[in-house]
């Protein structure tokens, strides 16, 4: 991980604006307004991998109390000015996504390039904190890359899920609906294809 933040930390301190860095948008995925808008009323939010804080202020505008996490310094200072200019508030955590324990579920969660990121290793642990990170009835959207890049050599770099490697690492969550959406990332990996998936967790 502390290569991995390395590089983030480099993509932030070079780019002149947050908003030219690869993985920006600026309008939040169809599938995360639509889970909101099937919830009753807003609760607690958390967004794994922030970034710029697009997400996490956008939760917070719809009602939600949002806890909002990366491994960037620099991500969180881009999402404290983002949030104190839209003028909500958001709970910020510096560290590894694995590490965070929450106090109390959420009602909804949210991961837009966390996840395919994390070491290989990484993933059964998050996997578990899932289940205490989502409260029963609750709502996780999901942006994870689906394919490898077309360049072959590369020895590492972000994971991939098929869609049907995401409907099984995520059971007995129910996956509600699909999407794809694509990304311009840097050389050597090229313009890649990311689902979008929305899953929600039964009550019992």
């Known amino acids: 991980m502390n290569v991995q ?65 990366d491994f960037v310094e620099a991500a969180l200072v881009a999402t404290r000015t983002r949030a104190r200019q839209a003028g909500v508030e958001l709970e910020l955590h510096e560290g590894n996504v694995i590490d965070y324990r929450a106090p109390a579920p959420f009602d909804l969660v949210l991961d837009s390039g966390c996840l395919h990121h994390l070491p290989r290793g990484h993933v059964a642990t998050y996997r578990k904190r899932l289940d205490d990170w989502l409260a029963p009835g609750g709502d996780y959207v999901l942006v994870h890359f689906a394919h490898r890049p077309r360049i072959g050599w590369i020895p590492k770099g972000p994971g991939h899920l098929t869609r049907a490697q995401a409907v099984e690492l995520f059971e007995p969550l129910e996956l509600q609906a699909y999407d794809e959406t694509e990304f311009d990332v840097p050389f050597p990996m090229g313009r890649m294809r990311a689902g979008v998936y929305w899953f929600h967790r039964p009550t019992p």
């Open 5 to 69: 933040r390395t590089v983030f930390a480099r993509l932030y301190h070079r780019t002149k604006s947050v908003e030219d860095l690869p993985w920006h948008r600026e309008q939040p995925p169809a599938l995360l307004d639509r889970a909101i808008a099937r919830r009753a009323a807003p609760g607690r939010a958390l967004d794994l991998g922030c970034g710029e804080g697009v997400y996490a202020v956008h939760l917070a505008q719809r009602g939600y109390a949002v806890v909002a996490i």
